[in-house]
């Protein structure tokens, strides 16, 4: 919220006219390991979008607030849940992938696979892996997806919001380049190395011989641990200093939860009526190919996690 609504950079571009598409990305490198019983009554769908994912994507959706209290904070949030498009059961396939690990390794721990954990029934059809298409059906997001995904043994731990910003009407160096210039990215890191990184196009200084010119997308980078020089605090201190002092911003409110749910549940009615089973991913990958279909059949791409440099374009001068 300070980085939205203290800086006058961002708001007059956060919406539907500047920013093309936003990315939601909170993934974990281990498996469910003793959880299985839990596990495979509830899945990633409501083990982790129905709470930290949606309460991200709220945080960036919303209107402002008009004050910093609880209830008008709550109140906004509430108000991007119920703008969400509903997704009919008939159609999740076409905006919801689910998936589950399969037999393999990642970050020297070895699986069987989901259906091997212990606790968890051989035809289980639970997600450990889910991504999502979201369209947020209101004046400020309007056509604007939303791209959320969580899954258990991926390759790296990590919590990000990607918000991709809208190429210029006229990108003057396309013409002369050998690739698409990219497009700028406004990185929110929630966990590790918590922080804000801005992607932007530089010029490689000198030339690129043969007539050429290089251009390489750079990041400008702030980390709140070396620009304090303090650890943030675990997220869970955080929560409970609240409810110590009685701050219930962070806290979920009954109709918070209740609107969050009326997404979710046309969903999971969805995959019960559905005859299509989780798709099979190797640990550690970024899940099946049918997450990224989902992505990439709209004209757009994941972004590589990990702050995986770009290529250097060559540009003819």
Not at 105 to 118: F, H, S, V
Not at 143 to 151: A, H, Q, S
């Amino acid at each position: 919220m300070v980085m939205r609504f203290a800086n006058a950079i961002f708001e007059p571009m956060w919406n539907y006219k500047y920013i093309d598409h936003v990315q939601i990305t909170v993934s974990e490198t281990l498996g469910v390991g003793t959880r299985g019983g839990y596990y495979n009554n509830s899945g990633a769908l409501r083990d982790m979008v129905q709470n930290h994912i949606f309460q991200l994507m709220a945080l960036v959706a919303m209107e402002p607030p008009v004050a910093l209290d609880a209830i008008s904070i709550r109140d906004e949030k509430v108000k991007v849940y119920k703008s969400v498009r509903p997704i009919r059961p008939g159609a999740v396939d076409d905006f919801v992938v689910r998936g589950q690990y399969s037999e393999g390794e990642a970050g020297g721990t070895k699986t069987g696979g989901y259906l091997k954990e212990k606790d968890v029934p051989p035809d289980s059809k639970t997600e450990t892996f889910v991504a999502l298409k979201l369209l947020i059906d209101n004046w400020r997001w309007s056509g604007t997806p939303f791209y959320l995904r969580t899954g258990k043994f991926l390759p790296e731990k990590l919590s990000e919001v990607t918000v991709r910003f809208r190429s210029p009407p006229l990108t003057l160096f396309q013409k002369q380049c050998d690739a698409p210039v990219y497009p700028n990215d406004l990185i929110i890191r929630v966990q590790p190395e918590e922080g804000i990184s801005w992607r932007l196009n530089g010029k490689v200084p000198g030339g690129g011989g043969r007539g050429q010119m290089n251009i390489k997308s750079v990041a400008l980078d702030f980390l709140y641990k070396t620009t304090f020089n303090v650890e943030p605090p675990e997220a869970y201190e955080r929560l409970i200093i609240d409810a110590i002092t009685g701050d219930q911003t962070l806290f979920i409110r009954g109709d918070e939860a209740e609107a969050a749910w009326a997404v979710i549940d046309p969903i999971e009615q969805g995959w019960r009526q559905s005859a299509t089973a989780p798709h099979p991913y190797a640990p550690g990958s970024w899940g099946p190919k049918r997450a990224l279909d989902l992505i990439e059949l709209d004209g757009r791409r994941w972004l590589p996690n990990g702050n995986t440099p770009e290529p250097i374009l060559a540009c003819a001068l």
